[in-house]
């Protein structure tokens, strides 16, 4: 398996320029009307959203679930770039992870049994197919 390099950003750092850069988006594409449209735009970015509800007005939700509404959509894109890019990995690794996963299972019966009780009730339940696997030494 290759090492791939990482960095983060922090929010406090990455947020404000985010949020410079669509008002300055918009206040261009709009004109000369800069002020107002600058509040417009900022008052846009800051619109409260809830997660829970995929980004509606957070009305009712709690003050945990509630948003910007550009952090929200920032979030939600750097999820989606995410996930592609962790299931684009696993797929060009899948190979060198069955290796793993089967040299595991030979060697740990525990294991192995837990993998396929989990797996028998998860695709015999009506409403989720997901299983996880918790693996201990008992002590």
């Known amino acids: 398996m290759s090492d791939n390099p990482s960095i983060t950003i922090p ?4 947020m404000p320029a985010i949020e410079a850069h669509v008002r300055a988006g918009i206040v ?16 846009a970015c800051m619109v409260a959203v809830d997660r ?11 003050d945990g679930e509630k948003v910007p509404l550009l952090t929200y959509l920032t979030e939600s894109a750097l999820r989606g770039v ?3 890019e962790i299931r684009k990995w696993v797929e060009e690794q899948r190979e060198e992870i069955a290796k793993v996963v089967r040299k595991t299972i030979r060697l740990d019966q525990r294991l192995a049994k837990s ?21 201990g030494k008992s002590g």
Request: aromatic share 8%.
């Open 115 to 135: 993998l396929c009780d989990g797996f028998i009730d998860a695709v015999t339940r009506d409403i989720s197919y997901s299983f996880s696997v918790r693996v």
């Open 52 to 62: 829970k509800t995929g980004g509606a007005p957070g009305r009712y939700a709690s």
């Open 82 to 84: 995410v996930k592609e």
């Open 11 to 14: 929010k406090d750092l990455l």
């Open 28 to 43: 261009a594409a709009l004109g000369d009307h800069t002020k107002i449209i600058e509040e417009i735009a900022r008052q």
